[in-house]
Nanobody, 125 residues
Framework: QVELVESGGGLVQTGGSLRLSCAAS????????MGWFRQPPGKGREFVAA????????YVTDALLDRFFVSRETGKNTVYLQMNKLKPEDTAVYYC??????????????????WGQGTQVTVSS
């Protein structure tokens, strides 16, 4: 299992930017693919972005591709989500996820995946 700690959430005005961080620790942290999900108020959890263990393979969901960017600092086992031009509909709890493979980050709901506790992002209009 991988332990994940998110940070960087907060309150921002429409059009602003935030960078979320997710620090991973544990025996398999450096070899795990990682990603971000979000859960808007009253809705289900949705996929945002994923990155492979080496950081050279990334995927951001189409609807966010022009505003959100995922990156990884391998030496620190930390993944970042840069969010630009934020909109009120981006308001959500953002969760970090780790799993053995890129596809498992995106699709797995099983015990091989680890989740962080979440960080709140609120975008005011």
């Amino acid at each position: 299992q991988v332990e994940l700690v998110e940070s960087g959430g907060g309150l921002v005005q429409t059009g602003g930017s935030l960078r979320l961080s997710c620090a991973a620790s544990g025996r398999t942290a450096s070899s795990s693919a990682m990603g971000w999900f979000r859960q808007p108020p009253g809705k289900g959890r949705e996929f945002v972005a994923a990155i492979n263990w080496s950081g050279d393979g990334t995927y951001v969901t189409d609807a966010l591709l022009d505003r959100f960017f995922v990156s990884r600092e391998t030496g620190k086992n930390t993944v970042y989500l840069q969010m630009n031009k934020l909109k009120p509909e981006d308001t959500a709890v953002y969760y970090c996820k780790a799993a053995p493979s890129f596809s498992q980050v995106r699709f797995s709901t099983g015990p091989e995946a680890s989740w962080g506790q979440g960080t709140q992002v609120t975008v005011s209009s």
